[in-house]
């Protein structure tokens, strides 16, 4: 029977005294039976009688008579059905490995001592809440053929559920335990309703199989640790809330659906490796100790989670959202790259995990302060920096990586696009509906929202801190990819009115903003070929000038005076690709590649050209010379 269906015998004709008949043709309650007819009334009794103490006063010693009344021939006791709803019972309450076939009603139970039902067979469950056992209530070893529900109790020093199987529900909402919850190798079938617990001591519920998920809602414990250590959970476990004084044990433990601990408060370590095939949910947790968290998951939600002391995410597989998280201390997340060990050094193995890559992705870090954020080997490819604080100061270690431009040709340009870093919100950006196909083509799938997609501006700030990172990590080449994502959002920001869209148009066209040495020196291949056609064209006189002397014989003798001159080049005629011609043109060119004159004798036109190649191409050699430089250099 349960409180909702529970049906009130007659009450005890004594008067002001509410305690059940005993029935069996009596009209008292055990408590005012006198006592020949509690003699009668016991042998009446036997194994399967069903046994009315509800609301009745009883010694301890009255109980272990009607057990002894009801005992089978294997010496335990057996009842058909037992209520001691709203029950008082001086002493302990003894029902060890008894034999209920119906439910147990001990709604309001209370007793001066202890409640042992060890090694008890309940085959309906029992009801028995808002109980109270000052020295305790035990399961131990007992066969739950229903719901064991304890919601409410007020226990004293031990509450142990232990090495038993639980076919229904298994509650224990709102009770208020003044020692320790003891609950380990329990299988439980149905839902668990652990929520709103109060324990003065530890908490353990390991080596525990809960198949149709478990609620801890706002549990605490102020003093003592959590243990759930080896312990499956077959559908949604839910920690919301949970306040933790000590210690989180979770070595070995398994979780197959979502896991939430949003709202939680831990205070000690986090010890073991534990196993998440769903979603994890750390939102609005706060870690009050630094911690070491080992972990294989496929998501690890950390929005606006606070790490007061630092901690370090050793994790697998997963990925990883850190949205608004505080980090008061330093912090470090790392893509731990071999499998787990427990206590005992020996390997956690992955079943469900091993066909996949075990990389952590880290998929957002908006409205974080990254000054105190270490990324070991984590793979950067889908992260959201925008709205991220101090990121000039993020530390990358190992194995990081990025996005990358698609492969190919741009549209049916010869063209394509160029190998470097890029962040998603730029991917986004470029991906967007409102760009030529062509351009968007290959970079995946566009925002979901305009809203979603930051200016250019915003951009052009976060590849500009994740450079001066690079650069202050003596990480020259890693530094010159997010100068070109600087650079490339500067570019498109500006409109083409303005004179500096067009110098960085050029810019970029020529050099790749000086870090693209093969588009620098093919420029300058392409100048100097232009030059030494045109030279050999238009610059090249027909033939070199020769040197005229000049001057008058006085009739009467005397000095001659000498005007010595020049005659002026002469534009080529004729076959203008010579041999020689070509030679005189390479040499101009070369000597105008190092800024030199190369003392040719030149056309007007030649004149003009050596002096546009003395200007252009010394710029298109330093150019190239600075890209190399760029990619070859590395931190002292």
Request: aromatic residues 10%; negative net charge.
């Amino acid at each position: 029977m349960t409180l909702g269906t529970y049906q009130k015998n007659p009450t005890c004709i004594t008067d002001d005294c509410e305690g059940d008949q005993v029935g069996y043709g009596h009209n008292r309650c055990a408590t005012h039976l006198p006592e020949e007819e509690f003699e009668s009334w016991l042998s009446e009794l036997g194994p399967g009688a069903e046994v009315h103490l509800a609301r009745t006063h009883l010694p301890e010693i009255i109980l272990e008579r009607i057990k002894r009344a009801v005992t089978d021939e294997d010496g335990k006791p057996s009842f058909g059905s037992l209520s001691l709803r709203q029950a008082t019972i001086e002493g302990r309450i003894d029902l060890r490995y008894a034999r209920f076939s119906t439910e147990l009603d001990f709604y309001g139970l209370k007793t001066s001592s202890y409640l042992d039902l060890e090694g008890a067979q309940l085959e309906r469950g029992i009801h028995a809440t808002f109980i109270e056992a000052p020295s305790g209530v035990d399961f131990y070893r007992a066969e739950v053929g229903g719901t064991l529900n304890l919601e409410g109790s007020k226990i004293g020093s031990r509450l142990r559920v232990a090495r038993c199987g639980i076919d229904g529900s298994f509650l224990l909402r709102g009770c208020e335990v003044d020692g320790e919850v003891e609950c380990y190798e329990v299988r439980v079938s149905g839902p668990a309703y652990l929520s709103n617990m109060s324990v003065a001591g530890d908490i353990t519920f390991r080596d525990s199989n809960f198949s149709n998920g478990a609620q801890f809602y706002y549990t605490k414990t102020p003093s003592g640790y959590f243990n759930i250590s080896g312990s499956e959970f077959t559908k949604l476990a839910e920690f919301e809330g949970i306040h933790i004084a000590h210690d989180l044990m979770w070595e070995r433990a398994m979780f197959h659906d979502d896991v939430t601990f949003d709202k939680a408060e831990l205070a000690g370590f986090i010890e073991g490796a534990a196993q998440f095939h769903g979603e994890v949910n750390f939102a609005r947790t706060v870690f009050r100790s630094p911690i070491t968290m080992q972990a294989c998951a496929r998501s690890m939600e950390f929005r606006g989670a606070r790490f007061e002391a630092g901690a370090t995410l050793m994790l697998r597989y997963a990925s990883v959202c850190m949205t608004g998280t505080t980090l008061a201390a330093p912090t470090s997340l790392i893509a731990y790259g071999r499998h787990f060990r427990d206590m005992f050094g020996d390997i956690i193995e992955e079943p469900k995990l091993t066909l996949e890559e075990p990389s952590v992705r880290l998929l957002d870090a908006s409205s974080v302060d990254t000054s105190n954020l270490t990324l070991i080997d984590v793979d950067l490819t889908l992260c959201r920096f925008t709205g991220a604080f101090n990121l000039d100061q993020l530390r990358l270690e190992g194995r990081w990586r990025f996005n990358n431009p698609p492969d190919g040709r741009i549209g049916a340009t010869p063209f394509s696009w160029t190998k470097r870093k890029v962040i998603e919100e730029e991917r986004q950006w470029r991906a967007h509906r409102s760009r030529p196909r062509f351009l968007r083509h290959g970079w995946g799938d566009p925002p979901d929202s305009t809203q979603d997609e930051p200016g250019l501006a915003t951009l052009m700030s976060t590849y500009r801190q994740l450079r001066k990172g690079r650069e202050d990590a003596k990480d020259e080449p890693g530094a010159n990819d997010f100068y070109y994502g600087e650079m490339e959002m500067r570019r498109h920001s500006q409109s083409w009115g303005k004179a500096e869209r067009w110098l960085l148009q050029a810019y970029w066209l020529l050099s790749g903003y000086g870090l693209r040495a093969s588009r620098a020196f093919g420029c300058l291949v392409a100048s100097m070929t232009a030059t030494i056609l045109l030279m050999m064209g238009f610059g090249l006189p027909q033939t070199s000038p020769k040197q005229e002397a000049t001057g008058t014989v006085p009739a009467s003798g005397g000095e001659v005076t000498f005007e010595i001159d020049k005659q002026d080049p002469r534009n080529p005629t004729g076959d203008k690709f010579t041999g020689e011609r070509f030679e005189k043109a390479l040499n101009v060119t070369l000597n105008s590649v190092v800024f030199r004159s190369s003392g040719q004798d030149l056309t007007t036109a030649g004149t003009y050209l050596e002096m546009a190649s003395r200007f252009c191409e010394p710029v298109l050699l330093g150019l190239g010379v600075l890209a190399v430089r760029g990619r070859l250099k590395r931190g002292s």
